[in-house]
C-alpha cells in the first residue's frame, strides 16, 4: 500500500468492499450476515459493491481471513476499482496493516466504520468532543500499524535544546500530540458532563423524566416527533440521532413528563465510544422511566433486545422502570412475532409510532407513572387555599367533596407524586382518612 493512502478514514461515496469472517455460534443473521455492515456502509455513505465472506473456526493470526481469501479479496478491490474494504470484525492494527498491504486500498473494521458515522453525524460541541476522544482512544495504540507515515525521522539539523543528534521518530512526536488532545478533549468533557449532570438532576427534581432508548434505527425519533408535536430529524438509517433531545410531553389532565430521545445502541458498539457518550446517556441512566423501543418486524428483534438490555446494565441503568415497546407493527405480515413478545413480555406495549397504533396505551402507562402508587385519600384544605384546590380538581381525580365550615374536604385519588408536588408547593392539608391503596 503506497504512502498517503490511510491518510483518514471518511467513506463518504465511495466504492467499498463487504468482507467478513463468521465462526461459530456468531452473533449474526445466518440469511444475511452482512445485513448490518452493509446498513452501517449505506449510512457512512459507501457505495457497496461485492461482499465476501469465509467461514472458519478461528481466525487467522496475520490476517484474520485465510490468505487466498485475502487474495480473493485484492481481486474484487481490483475488478470493482474499490477505494476501500469494510470488514464486519474487529481487526487488531496489525492484521489490518498485512490485510491493507495485499489489497492496496484503506482497510477499515466495524469499530472504525462506526467511529466514521458518528464522527459524520455530530451536531453538537458536546457530541463532537466525544466522538473525537473516542477516535483517540481507539487510533492511539494502533499509530504504528495503521499509519506508515509516522516512521518517517524528525529533527536533522540542529534547531534547539532536545533537537540534536539524530532526531525521534515521527511515531513519538505523533504520540505526545495525541496524548495532549486527549487530555484537552477530556478536561473539556469532564466539564460538559458536570454541567449537564447538575441539569438533569434539576429537571428530575421538577419533573417527571421519561428516556427513549432502544437499538438504533427502532423508530425511537419517529416516536419522539409524534408524541410530543416536534419536527426533530428522523430517518430510516443508522445512527440518525446522536445527541440528546429533551422536550415536555403533554400527557392531558394537567399532567406532563419530560421526554428524552437518545443514541441508538448496536452490537459490539466500541466500548470506548459507549465511555465517551457517558453524558448523552445521562439521561437514560437517570430517568424515572425509560421506554425501550423494538422494531417487532425485523429478524432480529430478539437479538437487538437483548442487546439494549445489556448496554443499559453497562451503563448503570439499572434503576428506571422499564417499558417495552413493541414497535414498527404496521409492517408486520402476520401477529406470530409479535404474540411471542407479547408472551415473553406480557406488559410490552404493541405500538406503530408512524400511524399512532397504540401510543394511547404509552401515556397512559407513563401517566401512571407521573402519579405513583394511587391512593384514595380524604384531605382538608383551608378555602383560602385556592392554589391547592385547583390543583386537586385538575390534577387528581376527585370522588367527593365536603365543604365544612373554612374548610373543604376532598376525597380522591391521588399517586405519591402528586402528594409531593402538593407538599413542595406549600399546601396546608390534614388527612382526614387512612389511605388505600388502589390495586
Not at 77 to 99: R, T, Y
Not at 123 to 151: D, F, G, K, N
Not at 215 to 238: E, H, I, Q, R, V
Not at 389 to 396: P, S
Request: proline letters at 3%; one cysteine or more.
Amino acid at each position: 500500500m503506497e504512502d498517503g493512502k490511510r491518510t483518514q478514514l471518511a467513506v463518504e461515496s465511495e466504492p467499498a468492499i463487504l468482507a467478513g469472517v463468521l465462526f461459530p455460534n456468531g452473533d449474526y443473521d445466518p440469511h444475511d450476515p452482512l445485513g448490518e455492515l452493509r446498513s452501517l456502509a449505506d449510512t457512512a455513505g459507501a457505495v457497496v459493491c461485492d461482499e465476501l465472506i469465509q467461514q472458519r473456526q478461528k481466525p487467522v493470526a496475520s490476517t484474520f481471513m485465510g490468505t487466498g481469501k485475502v487474495e480473493e479479496l485484492a481481486g474484487l478491490v481490483k475488478a470493482h476499482d474499490a477505494k476501500v474494504v469494510l470488514f464486519e470484525n474487529d481487526l487488531s492494527p496489525s492484521q489490518i496493516g498485512k490485510i491493507e498491504e495485499v489489497v492496496q486500498v484503506k482497510v477499515l473494521d466495524r469499530s472504525e466504520l462506526i467511529l466514521d458515522i458518528f464522527a459524520a453525524r455530530a451536531q453538537t460541541y458536546e457530541s463532537r468532543l466525544q466522538v473525537e476522544l473516542a477516535q483517540l482512544e481507539y487510533t492511539y495504540p494502533r499509530l504504528r500499524a495503521m499509519w506508515t507515515h509516522l516512521e518517517r525521522i524528525a529533527g536533522g539539523a540542529p534547531a534547539g535544546i532536545g533537537t540534536r543528534g539524530p532526531g525521534e521518530q515521527q511515531l513519538e512526536i505523533d504520540r505526545r500530540i495525541v496524548q495532549r488532545r486527549k487530555s484537552e478533549l477530556k478536561r473539556e468533557i469532564a466539564m460538559v458532563q458536570s454541567r449537564k449532570t447538575r441539569e438533569v438532576a434539576q429537571r428530575n427534581r421538577d419533573n417527571y423524566t421519561v428516556g427513549l432508548v432502544g437499538y438504533t434505527n427502532a423508530g425511537k425519533s419517529t416516536l419522539f416527533n409524534t408524541l410530543t408535536g416536534t419536527g426533530t430529524y428522523a430517518d430510516d438509517k443508522l445512527f440518525a440521532t446522536l445527541s440528546t433531545l429533551t422536550r415536555k410531553l403533554d400527557l392531558g389532565g394537567g399532567d406532563s413528563a419530560m421526554l428524552s430521545d437518545t443514541v441508538g445502541f448496536v452490537r459490539d458498539l466500541p466500548h470506548h465510544l459507549v465511555a465517551s457518550f457517558k453524558s448523552t446517556l445521562e439521561e437514560a441512566v437517570n430517568a424515572d422511566m425509560l421506554l425501550v423501543v423494538l422494531d417487532a418486524s425485523h429478524p432480529r428483534a430478539h437479538n437487538q433486545l437483548n442487546t439494549v438490555m445489556e448496554v443499559l446494565d453497562d451503563i448503570g441503568a439499572t434503576s428506571p422502570k422499564r417499558q417495552l415497546l413493541l414497535n414498527k407493527t404496521d409492517l408486520l405480515e402476520h401477529n406470530a412475532d409479535l404474540l411471542v413478545f407479547e408472551k415473553e413480555h406480557p406488559d410490552a406495549i404493541a405500538i406503530s409510532a408512524k400511524t399512532g397504533v397504540g401510543l394511547d396505551k404509552v401515556i397512559e402507562r407513563i401517566r401512571d407513572g407521573v402519579h405513583g402508587m394511587a391512593r384514595t385519600l380524604t384531605l382538608q384544605l383551608p378555602l383560602s387555599d385556592g392554589k391547592s384546590m385547583t390543583f386537586l380538581e385538575n390534577r387528581t381525580t376527585v370522588i367527593n367533596r365536603e365543604y365544612v365550615e373554612q374548610s373543604v374536604r376532598y376525597t380522591v385519588n391521588i399517586g405519591n407524586r402528586q402528594m409531593d408536588q402538593l407538599r413542595s408547593a406549600g399546601a396546608k392539608f390534614e388527612i382526614i382518612d387512612e389511605p388505600v391503596t388502589n390495586e
